[in-house]
Each structure stands twice: as C-alpha cells, then as structure tokens.
C-alpha cells in the first residue's frame, strides 16, 4: 500500500515563497512519476507539476512555469514543490500524487493521493 503525506503549507504573502514536501512510503517510490494538483474552493482538481521517476523529465503548468519548480528525492521518498513569487490565485489546497509510467496531466491519471496541504497567499 503506497501513502503520501503533505507538509509546508502555510499562509504567505504575496511574492512570497513556500516550499512544499510530500513523503511516499512504499519500496517502489522511485518507479512513480510524482505529480503535485491544487484545488481552490468551488473548482475542479487542477494539474500543477510533474516530475518523472528519475528527476529527468519534468512538465508544468502554464499558470505555474517559471515560479514552481518540482523535484525529487529518491533515496528519501520524497518529491517537493518549490513556490516562489506566490500570487492570491495560487491559494489552494495541494495535493500530491503519483502513478506508474510517464505522462498524464489528469487527476484521473493518478492512482494514489495525500490529503492535501492548505496554501494561502494573501495580500
């Protein structure tokens, strides 16, 4: 059974910067492509960022490029999320998940999910 537990949310300032963690149990973290969504209340799960099981290959959002960065720590079953320059529409509860092979940028694509981490930026 694979378990993925969210921590760093905060709240910020906008322009500020958090760095979110995401810890994977399971022996075969390092055959998942991690993924990092968001949701804000009253919306639909929305991709964020992704990352492939060997930190190669990684692919963002269009809303998020240049200012979220995601990487990976496979000796320690971890993934991050580095925010930086936060704006007020980034608020949203994070999640992280993950699936075998590469690709997908759907909710749907992913098979295991923390619970989520709140994101507030405020003005």
């Known amino acids: 059974q694979v378990q993925l537990v969210e921590s760093g949310g905060g709240l910020v300032q906008a322009g500020g910067s958090l760095r979110l963690s995401c810890a994977v149990s399971?022996?075969?973290?390092?055959?998942?492509?991690m993924g990092w969504f968001r949701q804000a209340p009253g919306k639909e799960r929305e991709f964020v960022a992704r990352i492939s099981w060997n930190s190669g290959r990684t692919y963002y959002a269009d809303s998020v490029k240049g200012r979220f960065t995601i990487s990976r720590d496979n000796a320690k079953n971890t993934v991050y999320l580095q925010m930086n320059s936060l704006k007020l529409e980034d608020t949203a509860v994070y999640y992280c998940a993950a699936k075998y092979g590469f690709g997908g940028s759907s909710p749907h694509d992913y098979g295991y999910w923390g619970q989520g981490t709140q994101v507030t930026v405020s003005s």
């Open positions: 399971g022996r075969t973290f390092s055959s998942y492509q």
